[in-house]
Nanobody, 124 residues
Framework: QVQLVESGGGSVQAGGSLRLSCAAS????????RGWFRQAPGKEREGVAL????????YYADSVKGRFTISQGGATNTVYLQMNNLKSEDEAMYYCAAGPSSFGRCRPIDFGYWGQGTQVTVSS
């Protein structure tokens, strides 16, 4: 049974930092992409940062480039999202996800396993 458990969300002032963690279990080797997605009320879910467990592919949404960093734990069962210089527009529910790669790339459409989400609130 696949489980993705997020932690690390919370409330922070604009300009502050948070680190999200996602512990994965039961994910097969074929699902070698991990990703962080977010969804704010009234908005579509968007892929924030994606990574292949081999480390050969990393993607960032333009809105977070230079501020967010995705990384993996030593066993690649844990994925982190370091979020710096948080802005009000970063406020959303953040979800961890897993999926297979496609020709070495991680595509948001292919992510089929999802965590329950962790809320990030940014106050100005």
């Amino acid at each position: 049974q696949v489980q993705l458990v997020e932690s690390g969300g919370g409330s922070v002032q604009a300009g502050g930092s948070l680190r999200l963690s996602c512990a994965a279990s039961g994910v097969t080797y074929s699902h070698n992409c991990r990703g962080w997605f977010r969804q704010a009320p009234g908005k579509e879910r968007e892929g924030v940062a994606l990574i292949s467990t081999g480390g050969g592919y990393i993607y960032y949404a333009d809105s977070v480039k230079g501020r967010f960093t995705i990384s993996q734990g030593g066993a690649t069962n844990t994925v982190y999202l370091q979020m710096n210089n948080l802005k009000s527009e970063d406020e959303a529910m953040y979800y961890c996800a897993a999926g297979p790669s496609s020709f070495g790339r991680c595509r948001p459409i292919d992510f089929g396993y999802w965590g329950q989400g962790t809320q990030v609130t940014v106050s100005s």
